[in-house]
């Protein structure tokens, strides 16, 4: 979400080390966000939301495959009122 107000966002990873030495080996990076909002829109009502998933390198950063789970806030009345989830599955292919 973007708008007027103040936003912190953090995000953390970490890639776990290769089980051998194969060229072209798979490798898993794991990852989670969390965000804070305030927007003036919603009288600097707090919204979170965060995501948790990993990463799959297919070989090396040429070929990636992503699985993320992430919530967003619903709102209602200027305020959040709970979150719904949604499961993301993104591919990237460098050539």
């Known amino acids: 979400m973007i708008g007027t107000g103040n936003i912190f966002f953090s995000q953390a990873g ?9 060229p072209g080996e798979m490798r898993v990076q794991v990852f989670g966000e969390f965000s804070l ?9 707090p919204l979170t939301y965060y995501s948790a998933g990993c990463n799959l390198f297919l070989d090396g950063h040429h ?14 009345t200027d305020r959040q009122n709970g979150s719904k989830g949604s499961y993301i ?7």
């Open 37 to 45: 909002q305030k927007f003036e829109r919603f009288n600097n009502a």
């Open 89 to 95: 599955i993104s591919t990237q292919v460098y050539l």
């Open 14 to 22: 970490i890639l776990l080390p290769k089980r051998t030495q194969a």
């Open 63 to 76: 070929a990636k495959v992503s699985f993320k789970y992430q919530t967003r806030p619903i709102i209602i």
